[in-house]
């Protein structure tokens, strides 16, 4: 938002004086405004690979329409977080999203599944791809790491890969509760986007990354050594993430 606000605004304020009163890299801002990915381009894409999988499902057999019925059958879940971001436990609500990352000469998309509880980040994969197995890689990873137990609330945006019916089928099989924002409402899920916005502002606008290699090693670094438990966040009480849950769990076994 701020990006987009001094671009437009460029013709009556300087553009490096905005970017300091921001409080914003003006090397990020100007990467963004020759490659901007908009929300609308990013649907579009995700849309694109699941018609491929679809496609690709069929041995490519299948028409457009029926192509279109299965899309169509892939339901859109209730909102059931209803915006209610604060939790009383771990592993009680988790969210999740994709954003882009410019990686060489492409476009590479982050999935990140966040506990509502301490905004820790549980589980994330990178991929070159939109499709649905990265995705599925990050929760899996999510799980591997959490073993949640039965009734956890799982929200996203609705995106085509939160839809698919690999992750419909593991989120039954789970006992797990799905939850989706409502159309076009992107502060249904702002937890989600005020880690990306985070994310963005301290790392990826400072970095160029060469390949996927040197993208996933300075992630790992951020998101686990650095933004899990190191940094502080005014949600916990200017705690890590690491921290609140650990705090969390002594109490815990006090009572």
């Not at 987009?4 to 914003?24: A, H, T, W």
């Not at 995700?46 to 491929?52: C, G, P, S, V, Y």
């Not at 000469?105 to 991929?127: A, E, K, M, P, Q």
Request: proline share 4%; glycine share 4%; charged share 25%.
């Amino acid at each position: 938002m701020r990006y987009q606000f001094i671009k437009e605004n460029r013709s009556s304020f300087p553009e490096k004086k905005v970017c300091q009163v921001f409080k914003i890299s003006p090397s990020g801002y100007y990467r963004w405004r020759q490659n901007p990915l908009s929300n609308r381009r990013i649907k579009n894409e995700r849309l694109k690979e699941r018609i491929r999988e679809l496609y690709n499902e069929h041995d490519g057999m299948a028409g457009s329409p029926m192509i279109t019925e299965d899309l169509r059958n892939e339901p859109v879940a209730p909102n059931l977080l209803n915006r209610e971001f604060t939790v009383s436990a771990p592993n009680i609500a988790w969210v999740s999203d994709i954003t882009y990352i410019r990686v060489g000469n492409r476009w590479h998309y982050l999935t990140v599944f966040i506990d509502l509880f301490s905004r820790i980040i549980v589980g994330w994969d990178l991929s070159c791809s939109l499709e649905r197995h990265s995705m599925l890689r990050a929760f899996q990873k999510a799980l591997l790491r959490r073993n949640p137990g039965e009734g956890l609330l799982v929200h996203s945006d609705r995106g085509v890969q939160y839809a698919s019916k690999d992750f419909r089928e593991l989120l039954q099989k789970k006992n797990f509760i799905q939850s989706m924002s409502r159309k076009g409402n992107c502060w249904d899920n702002a937890v989600a986007e005020s880690f990306f916005h985070t994310l963005k502002t301290q790392l990826v606008f400072h970095r160029r990354f060469r390949d996927k290699n040197e993208a996933e090693q300075a992630l790992f670094n951020y998101i686990e050594a650095y933004y899990n438990r190191r940094r502080r966040h005014s949600t916990n009480g200017y705690q890590s993430p690491a921290m609140f849950e650990y705090e969390w769990i002594v109490k815990s076994k006090v009572a």
